[in-house]
């Protein structure tokens, strides 16, 4: 079976500081792993995506991850907290034997202090 | 580029009625997803449609149906209406070749049920 564990549902750090959002997954498959953000009232938007070439992916707006196949993490880092990015974060799978079917995360809700 | 739309926004319906909602792909994507975000939960996987077939679905009883038209537009119609179906529908568009299948996800639909 596949999924997708997101631990901790709300991070609070303080503007400025270095963001990491966990994420871990099963998968009896090589997976492509994913980072989405949604704002309040919106939809997903892709943050980066990991797709079996270089295993530290660069997304949009700083953030990064990295893909740890020994640990099957994929947690998610930016170095300096902005306060626009107060938002839900998704980690999720997608397996190339269920047609590349997505599995997401619970999610967790990123709070920056000024 | 046109990204994902869809229609309506907001919709409130009592228990036992059905309900239409409806997804534009983003142009050059032809396969779309349907997903049913609860409140305070991630995404959950309800189908996929490719050359407007189902080609893929999650664990959503039958009286969860859908559509995609030549166009790639697609339609989720939802039957017998239950409380529990109140949640963001969130439509996401791909193209069938990209790796991991990245979906594209409209700003969702919000359905209360009452």
């Known amino acids: 079976a596949q999924s997708v564990t997101q631990l901790g549902s709300h991070v609070s750090v303080s503007e400025g500081a270095l963001v990491l959002l966990r994420c871990n997954y099963s998968s009896s498959v090589p997976p492509y792993l994913f980072w989405y953000v949604q704002y309040p009232n919106q939809g997903l938007q892709l943050l980066l995506k990991?797709?079996?070439?270089?295993?530290l992916v660069k997304g949009i707006n700083g953030f990064e991850a990295e893909f740890k196949k020994s640990e099957t993490s994929f947690h998610l880092t930016k170095p300096s907290a902005h306060m626009s990015d107060a938002a839900e974060y998704f980690c999720?799978?997608?397996?190339?034997?269920?047609?590349?079917?997505?599995?997401f995360g619970t999610g967790t809700s990123l709070t920056v202090i000024p | 580029e046109t990204g994902v739309t869809q229609s309506p926004t907001h919709l409130i319906k009592t228990r036992g009625q059905q309900v239409t909602l409806r997804c534009s792909s983003q142009?050059?994507?032809?396969?779309v997803s349907w997903y049913q975000q609860a409140l305070g939960q991630g995404p959950q996987f309800i189908f996929q449609y490719y050359r407007e077939e189902e080609n893929g679905r999650g664990n959503f009883p039958p009286r969860f149906s859908g559509l995609q038209f030549p166009n790639y537009s697609s339609e989720l119609n939802v039957n017998a209406l239950e409380l529990d179906d109140s949640a963001l529908y969130l439509c996401?568009?791909?193209?069938?070749?990209?790796?991991?299948?990245?979906?594209?996800f409209g700003p969702g639909t919000r359905l209360l049920v009452l």
């Open positions: 142009s050059g994507h032809n396969t």
């Open positions: 999720a799978v997608s397996l190339r034997n269920t047609g590349n079917q997505f599995y």
């Open positions: 990991y797709t079996s070439a270089a295993t």
């Open positions: 996401a568009s791909s193209f069938r070749t990209d790796p991991g299948g990245t979906q594209y």
